[in-house]
């Protein structure tokens, strides 16, 4: 049985960071693509980072750039989600998902391309 565990959302001010560690079991996590995504309430699940499967490369969405970073560590099946310059609009709960395949490209930025997916965890950013 696949699970995706994550861990480390809390609340912080404005200004401050977080990092959210993703655990996974039950898959061959190494050759998965892994990507963070959130969903605020009454929004849609949005995309926020895809890290690649040797986690030397990650992507974020434009509104994330040079505040939130990722990596992976594959030894210990986990990855990071680094949240820097944290504004009230990161206020969401927060995904990690992965891919059920092995192939193709490691930026995918649609919630349907993933088959697993965690429980989530909420961050909360005051201002």
């Known amino acids: 049985q696949v699970q995706l565990v994550e861990s480390g959302g809390g609340v912080v001010q404005v200004g401050g960071s977080l990092r959210l560690s993703c655990t996974a079991s039950?898959?061959?996590?190494?050759?998965?693509?892994v990507s963070w995504f959130r969903q605020a309430p009454g929004k849609e699940r949005e995309f926020v980072l895809a890290?690649?499967?040797?986690?030397?490369?990650?992507y974020s969405a434009s509104s994330m750039k040079g505040r939130f970073t990722g990596s992976r560590d594959n030894a210990k099946n986990t990855v990071y989600l680094q949240m820097n310059s944290l504004i009230p609009e990161d206020t969401a709960f927060y995904y990690c998902?992965?891919?059920?395949?092995?192939?193709?490209?490691?930026?995918?930025?649609?919630?349907?391309?993933?088959?697993?997916w965690g429980q989530g965890t909420q961050v909360t950013v005051s201002s």
């Open positions: 998902a992965a891919r059920g395949t092995d192939n193709g490209g490691y930026y995918v930025s649609s919630p349907s391309e993933y088959a697993y």
């Open positions: 039950g898959l061959t996590f190494s050759t998965k693509a």
């Open positions: 890290i690649s499967r040797t986690g030397d490369s990650s």
